[in-house]
C-alpha cells in the first residue's frame, strides 16, 4: 500500500472549475446564462486540464517511495486500464460496424472496420486520421 500524502485540496477546486466548463461547453449556451458565455467558448480546454491534472495526480498518489522501471510501471498501467478499454470496444463495436457497412458495404467496408479495430487494438488510433470514429 501507498504512504497517506497530504491532500491536494487547490486541485480539487481546479477539477470542478475544468468539470464545469466541460459540462457548459457539452450542452451548449442556450441552456445556461448568457453571463457563461465565455465559459461556453473555452470550455473544451477542460478536458486537456484533466489529462494534465490526471496525470499529475497520478503520479503524486501512486509514486512509490523508491523509483519503479519503467517496463513495470507500464505493465501495470496496460493491466489497469486496457481491460476496461477492450470492454468499451467490445460494446460500441456493433454500432461502429453497422454504421461502417451503411457508408461502405462488401470488401471495403470490412477492410476499413479490420483497419479501424487493429488501430484501436494497437492504442494507436488517434496517430491516423480520419479512419472512423468507434
Known amino acids: 500500500m501507498h504512504p497517506q500524502r497530504k491532500s491536494l485540496d487547490a486541485l480539487t477546486g481546479l477539477r470542478?472549475?475544468?468539470?464545469?466548463?466541460v459540462i457548459v461547453y457539452h450542452y451548449g449556451a442556450s441552456a445556461f446564462p448568457k453571463a457563461l458565455g465565455q465559459l461556453v467558448a473555452v470550455g473544451f480546454v477542460g478536458v486537456d486540464l484533466f489529462y494534465l491534472l490526471s496525470g499529475?495526480?497520478?503520479?503524486?498518489v501512486y509514486r512509490p517511495p523508491t523509483p519503479i522501471?519503467?517496463?513495470?510501471?507500464?505493465?501495470?498501467?496496460?493491466?489497469?486500464?486496457?481491460?476496461?478499454?477492450?470492454?468499451?470496444l467490445l460494446l460500441a463495436a456493433p454500432a461502429f460496424?453497422?454504421?461502417?457497412?451503411?457508408l461502405r458495404s462488401g470488401?471495403?467496408?470490412?477492410?476499413?472496420?479490420?483497419?479501424?479495430l487493429?488501430?484501436?487494438?494497437?492504442?494507436v488510433h488517434a496517430w491516423v486520421m480520419n479512419v472512423g470514429t468507434w
Request: no cysteine; net charge positive.
Open 118 to 123: 487493429a488501430l484501436r487494438l494497437g492504442l
Open 69 to 88: 522501471a519503467t517496463r513495470e510501471f507500464l505493465a501495470a498501467r496496460i493491466a489497469r486500464v486496457y481491460p476496461l478499454f477492450a470492454l468499451g
Open 16 to 21: 470542478f472549475v475544468a468539470a464545469f466548463g
Open 97 to 102: 460496424v453497422s454504421s461502417a457497412l451503411e
Open 107 to 116: 470488401v471495403g467496408g470490412l477492410a476499413r472496420i479490420g483497419a479501424v
Open 56 to 60: 499529475f495526480v497520478l503520479t503524486y
